[in-house]
């Protein structure tokens, strides 16, 4: 059982698209260092564009790299309680919200893995965090760039 207060709330499906991208990643590895060997032989190095710009590359992917492995060695996965009619938000819920009066519906995603495109919300977004154990019929005021909105839960499901 993890201990460490910070740990990241993923779904099976949020940790499979992180175990995933790591997989890319990693293989993507390989073929920077094979594009550094081959730009390498451009000659002078500090004015050869291309091997500066692998390098940039393997830099951005190793600190992705980093980043995807932190998640998963910190990472409790979640499962999607279907079945309790009592029960709160949490992530892998699929929920209808008000916000100021308009409804919408969203499936809360753990830590990292939300899609805006597919109507996700992040677990760690200001009103993931207000709306996380909170119950059908809860209304609560979240701080936004614009001034506070005022988003009430109207289903679990």
Same mark, same amino acid.
């Given at each position: 059982?993890?201990?460490?207060?910070?740990?990241?709330?993923?779904?099976?499906?949020?940790?499979?698209?992180?175990?995933?991208?790591?997989?890319?990643?990693?293989?993507?590895?390989?073929?920077?260092?094979?594009?550094?060997?081959?730009?390498?032989?451009?000659?002078?190095?500090?004015?050869?564009?291309?091997?500066?710009?692998?390098?940039?590359?393997?830099?951005?992917?190793?600190?992705?790299?980093?980043?995807?492995?932190?998640?998963?060695?910190?990472?409790?996965?979640?499962?999607?309680?279907?079945?309790?009619?009592?029960?709160?938000?949490? $992530? =892998? !819920?699929?929920?209808?919200?008000?916000?100021?009066?308009? @409804?919408?519906?969203? #499936? &809360?995603?753990?830590?990292?893995?939300?899609?805006?495109?597919?109507?996700?919300?992040?677990?760690?977004?200001?009103?993931?965090?207000?709306?996380?154990?909170?119950? $059908? =019929? !809860?209304?609560?005021?979240?701080?936004?760039?614009?001034? @506070?909105?005022?988003? #009430? &839960?109207?289903?679990?499901?």
């Amino acid at each position: 059982m993890k201990t460490n207060k910070n740990f990241i709330h993923l779904t099976p499906d949020g940790k499979k698209r992180i175990q995933n991208e790591l997989k890319q990643r990693l293989k993507l590895r390989k073929e920077i260092a094979k594009k550094i060997e081959q730009t390498a032989s451009f000659g002078d190095r500090s004015e050869n564009a291309s091997y500066s710009s692998a390098l940039e590359e393997r830099d951005l992917n190793e600190a992705r790299i980093a980043e995807l492995e932190n998640i998963l060695e910190n990472c409790i996965v979640v499962r999607e309680d279907k079945g309790n009619k009592d029960r709160v938000v949490s $992530v =892998g !819920d699929r929920i209808v919200l008000s916000i100021n009066g308009r @409804k919408a519906e969203y #499936k &809360i995603s753990g830590t990292g893995t939300a899609d805006p495109t597919k109507n996700e919300l992040s677990i760690d977004s200001p009103i993931g965090r207000a709306i996380h154990g909170k119950r $059908v =019929g !809860d209304t609560v005021s979240v701080e936004a760039p614009l001034g @506070k909105i005022k988003v #009430k &839960i109207e289903k679990i499901f």
